[in-house]
Each structure stands twice: as structure tokens, then as C-alpha cells.
Nanobody
């Protein structure tokens, strides 16, 4: 599966952005999807993940209550709605896919998008 992330940009603190990740292929609904982010000088970290059907979601504590992950299998797309953004949310955001169980571990995801930059100004 090939992934293409989009929707990043520059936003003021307290603002919102919605990221999209479009997937190629006919088997999108068989993949678990995750969002990760990487700030300058830091390791890539887990943000959120969603099950095949969208019925289960998982969030890092740092974004819980502010970010919402969702998916539309008919459109082969996963979304990350980001509200109440903070300067510390500034990073390149990546979408990723894997089969089997949900995990927060970066190295357990098999497919990655190219990343989209999110910058939150104070």
C-alpha cells in the first residue's frame, strides 16, 4: 500500500488542522492505520491509531482529548483532526499502515507516507 499525507500547515496556538492520508490499493480496509510525528532533533513518536473498521482508536496521552483519528474505507483515507493545537505539536506528521494488531511502536509499521509539516506558532 502507498500512502500520501496532506493537510499540514502553519496555525496559531489554539487553532485546528485536519490531516489526511490517502492510500492506494484495494485492501485499505485490511490495514490498521497510525499517525506519528517527529519534531526536529527528536525521535519519531506515536500519536494515534485506528483499527480496520474504525471501531477502536488509541491516542498518546499528549493528544488525548484534542486529536481525533478517523477513517473512511470507501475513500481509502484516514484523517487526524487536531484541535487546541499547541506549539509543542509542531512536527512532521506521518501516516503509517500495518496488518494484525494495533501497536504504538514505530518499527512495527510496514508502510509509511512522506510526511506533512505542522507548525504551531505561539
Amino acid at each position: 500500500v502507498q500512502l500520501q499525507a496532506s493537510g499540514g500547515g502553519l496555525v496559531q496556538a489554539g487553532g485546528s488542522l485536519r490531516l489526511s492520508c490517502a492510500a492506494s490499493g484495494r485492501t485499505f480496509s485490511s490495514y490498521l492505520m497510525g499517525w506519528f510525528r517527529q519534531a526536529p532533533g527528536k525521535e519519531r513518536e506515536f500519536v494515534a491509531a485506528i483499527s480496520w473498521s474504525g471501531g477502536s482508536t488509541y491516542y498518546d496521552d499528549s493528544v488525548k482529548g484534542r486529536f481525533t483519528i478517523s477513517r473512511d474505507n470507501a475513500k481509502n483515507t484516514v484523517y487526524l483532526q487536531m484541535n487546541s493545537l499547541k506549539p509543542e505539536d509542531t512536527a512532521v506528521y506521518y501516516c503509517a499502515a500495518r496488518r494484525t494488531v494495533i501497536t504504538t511502536r514505530t518499527y512495527e509499521y510496514d508502510y509509511w507516507g512522506q510526511g506533512t509539516q505542522v507548525t504551531v506558532s505561539s
